[in-house]
């Protein structure tokens, strides 16, 4: 199970994120109002997207012994018509034949996060008393 706590106070935008033993600050850019001190929220989620599929990949190719030397993940997000758009293109630099490279692209479609994404996840607020 995933777990983070997330605390903002002050002035600024920015929020303090704490997960597992890992701390981090995330932002707005400027122009926005923010000070542009860590990732804006979107830019978290490319790099959480982002980040599940390099490491599946890896370890899939890894499962399989194939000479995968590198994943590299460009993404982008937009929202048309009141949907979210997100771009992933995948860089595989390794000695992988067609097959290889499809079913890695395959996989890519269904890591966890992906999955999530694609789902959309049911999201319970609450106020805490």
């Not at 106070?9 to 701390?23: D, F, L, N, Y």
């Not at 990732?39 to 599946?56: F, K, Q, W």
């Not at 499809?102 to 106020?127: F, G, N, S």
């Amino acid at each position: 199970m995933a777990r983070a706590t997330v605390s903002s106070s002050g002035a600024e935008w920015a929020t303090h994120i704490k997960t597992g033993r890992h701390e981090l600050l995330s932002d707005e850019p400027q122009a926005l109002g923010g000070q542009d001190a860590g990732p804006a929220p979107y830019d978290l989620l490319l790099a959480s997207l982002g980040s599940c599929t390099a490491i599946t990949l890896r370890m899939y190719a890894q499962r399989k012994q194939w000479t995968l030397r590198e994943v590299g993940i460009e993404l982008s997000h937009h929202k048309e018509e009141n949907r979210s758009k997100i771009h992933r293109v995948i860089t595989l630099q390794g000695d992988l034949d067609e097959e290889q490279r499809a079913r890695l692209a395959d996989i890519a479609e269904r890591t966890p996060v992906t999955l999530t994404l694609k789902e959309a996840a049911d999201i319970h607020t609450e106020l805490a008393k």
